[in-house]
């Protein structure tokens, strides 16, 4: 059994995999209420793998390293896919992870995956498995943080999934509409230039907002919300068959 962990901007995830069979997964505000011991005992895990875009956290990867055989995912880490990006060290681990996540699905395929949590992300892989890069840009909740940041009379307005105006007949209205009905279009326009770029595009979905936008793209889509998991079990079992 393996037992990947992913710690993100705003949250943890965690899941089993046996082999490449999603078993069970878990999500944790923090790392100090993660029971290590009791996982691994519980689903007799023999080998982990770590992925983090938070500082500090040592502790915890050494507490996985006394009780289990556990990699740290890291820039140099051997991966199944090639990176063709340009500045490696500076590349995100989630990037990476997400669009080897894809991979594992749909291996010899033009994929773009589009990651909506904290930052929107686009990662693009191409039908040789090379990962080629794409773009990043401000999260539906960093928007309307920054709207009322950075404005002296602008309110802060909560997400509203149900909210379907193009314009908007309210202040309230206006920044739903200038936040997500022009993230939708955004989202949509790199679509389209994938699209036109690259023939048989697989588009994923995933990430904690995409609920939003997986009904509201015209484009078919897969969404998956373990893309991540997926991508990190997929370097655990490549490092293990390699070692």
Request: aromatic share 10%; net charge negative.
């Amino acid at each position: 059994m393996q037992l990947v962990i992913d710690i993100g901007n705003t949250r943890i995830k965690a899941a089993i995999f046996k082999e490449k069979e999603l078993l069970q997964h878990f999500i944790y505000n923090s790392l100090e209420i993660i029971d290590v011991k009791q996982l691994i005992d519980k689903y007799s895990i023999t080998n982990a793998i770590v992925c983090s875009v938070a500082n500090e956290i040592d502790e915890f990867v050494n507490a996985l390293f006394n009780k289990t055989n556990t990699m740290l995912f890291k820039a140099d880490t051997p991966i199944p896919i090639i990176n063709m990006y340009q500045s490696k060290s500076t590349l995100g681990s989630d990037r990476i992870v997400a669009a080897i996540g894809a991979y594992s699905l749909f291996p010899n395929e033009n994929v773009l995956v589009i990651d909506a949590g904290t930052c929107l992300k686009y990662n693009f892989t191409n039908n040789k498995n090379e990962y080629l890069g794409g773009a990043i840009s401000p999260g539906l909740q960093m928007r309307f943080i920054a709207l009322q940041n950075y404005t002296a009379r602008l309110p802060l307005v909560e997400p509203d999934i149900a909210y379907e105006k193009w314009m908007g007949t309210t202040t309230n209205e206006s920044i739903l509409t200038g936040v997500q009905i022009a993230m939708l279009h955004e989202i949509e326009g790199f679509v389209e230039q994938y699209t036109t770029n690259y023939d048989k595009l697989t588009i994923v979905l995933t990430g904690g907002d995409a609920n939003f936008f997986e009904k509201r793209l015209k484009k078919t889509i897969f969404a998956d919300p373990f893309i991540m998991l997926k991508g990190l079990n997929e370097i655990l079992l490549h490092n293990l068959i390699k070692a």
